[in-house]
């Protein structure tokens, strides 16, 4: 049997330096106080024997167990639970530690509760992963004390955990409900009302009130002497690409995800619905040089690979390669196609380098830029100057916006579709948008 650890609490301390006060104090007493605290000192350590050996004479005094989702949402809160079994007759006071990745940032994390005897207990407490990757969780630490308090015992109980992080699932499925719901009170996702309709001929039907009566079928109308309206369907298996700028500028943080995190999540979410519409989805990463291309298809196991793809997505500190982007769009993807750009774009001597490159790749695809809104700068433009410094420093920030909104213009002026947006709200305005394309015609 190993010899358990048992430690003095404080109160056993204060207890000590009572007796050692005591000693101080009678010393210019009579001897009788003096030998007094002998009897005090016996009795404070019979009381922490005592305390030790309730602590100490069972080998596993609780069992315990953590249970998790095998896999972690980026950027939302994931719900933990420690399940703890007193396997004693004895009532504790316990102090529990987890040993959390170092990446969670929860440095001061610990519970403290009351066990009775032969009693359990529920933890439940979230994580939030920032970064995505391999996330290893340690043992569990538990800091046992007894009613009288003297001595404390740790025992830790074997419970490593490895889990992987992957992008937002979580709005994966929001944005997917939203998305598909037929009620309108959804917030975010807004219904696109259908312009014309596509060249995919679905059945003829019966007419209902509400039906567009430009689609009546006069020929079956004739013949059924009812009204009867032809019926399309949205034109399906049409290429949808996400090609997400892994370099310098997007490792920009917001609310502790980078903008590469805030893509990543977009890219998910709009995945997702594309191929619940039929579409076919695939992923372009990039940087100074193509990191992975991932053709598009619409077979079962896409979204799943593409989240493989997504999960250990690797950010630099290099400049990213827009002309070896469209060399690869240009040689690898055959078909037109929608796709989705997220880069973030500054200045614009910046938007000079890559606008001809851009203009390239919308002569055969439909390309959709994704810009990102710097909402920190926002807000403290919007705020009240007081000082003349802060009357430069306000002119520099409204300077920055209105650069900002001029490279959202010239993208527009030369014909490329644009979305500037919040990151926040990047997930739905990616999808109001290609709701909004479909919607229209144009894929």
């Known amino acids: 049997m190993r010899f358990p650890r048992l430690f003095i ?3 056993g301390y204060i207890g000590l330096l009572i007796v ?17 605290g002998f009897a005090l000192l016996g009795l404070l350590f019979v009381l922490m024997a005592f305390d030790g050996m309730q602590l100490g004479w069972v080998a596993s005094p609780i069992s315990s167990s953590r249970k998790m989702d095998k896999i972690l949402s980026l950027g939302d809160a994931n719900r933990v639970l420690v399940r703890v079994q007193n396997e004693t007759n004895q009532h504790f006071r316990l102090g529990f530690i987890d040993e959390l990745p170092h990446s969670l940032n929860m440095r001061d994390f610990r519970v403290d509760f009351a066990l009775s005897a032969s009693g359990s207990k529920e933890i439940h407490y979230e994580v939030q992963p920032m970064h995505r990757g391999v996330y290893v969780f340690g043992d569990l630490n538990f800091y046992l004390t007894t009613r009288l308090g003297f001595m404390l015992r740790r025992v830790v109980v074997p419970q490593k955990d490895k889990v992987k992080v992957y992008p937002s699932i979580r709005q994966l499925q929001e944005i997917e409900l939203k998305s598909f719901s037929r009620l309108s009170i959804n917030p975010g996702i807004k219904r696109q009302r259908r312009l014309g309709h596509s060249y995919e001929f679905e059945q003829i039907k019966s007419y209902v009130q509400g039906d567009d009566y430009r689609s009546i079928n006069w020929k079956a109308t004739g013949r059924r002497q009812a009204l009867m309206i032809n019926q399309y369907e949205d034109e399906r298996s049409q290429p949808v690409y996400f090609a997400i700028d892994t370099g310098r500028g997007m490792k920009m943080p917001f609310d502790g995800l ?6 990543v999540n977009s890219t998910l979410a709009l995945s997702n619905v594309a191929l619940k519409k039929g579409d076919r989805v695939g992923l372009i990463t990039f ?12 077979k079962t196991g896409q979204l799943a690979r593409i989240n493989e793809s997504l999960y250990n ?3 630099t500190d290099t400049e990213p390669d827009f002309e070896q982007l469209y060399h690869s769009i240009n040689t690898q993807i055959r078909q037109r196609s929608l796709i989705f750009l997220f880069t973030n774009c500054n200045t614009l001597n910046a938007l000079n380098r890559i606008k001809p490159v851009l203009q390239l790749i919308q002569r055969t695809n439909l390309l959709v830029v994704v810009l990102f809104e710097n ?10 100057a007081r000082t003349l410094e802060e009357v430069y420093d306000y002119t520099i920030a409204e300077e920055f916006i209105y650069e900002q909104q001029q ?9 490329i579709q644009t979305i500037v947006s919040a990151p926040e709200d990047l997930s739905v305005n990616t999808v109001n948008k290609y709701l909004d394309l479909k919607a229209r015609g144009m894929i």
Do not use: C, M
């Open 9 to 11: 609490t404080r109160r």
């Open 20 to 36: 050692v006060a005591w000693f101080v104090v009678t010393a210019l007493l009579p001897e009788v106080f003096y030998y007094a």
């Open 258 to 263: 980078t903008l590469v995190d805030y893509a």
């Open 287 to 298: 940087d100074k040089q193509l990191r992975k291309i991932l053709v598009a298809n619409d």
């Open 313 to 315: 997505l690797e950010q």
């Open 375 to 384: 909402t920190q700068i926002a807000d403290f433009a919007s705020r009240k």
């Open 407 to 415: 490279i959202a213009l010239e993208l527009r002026t030369a014909g």
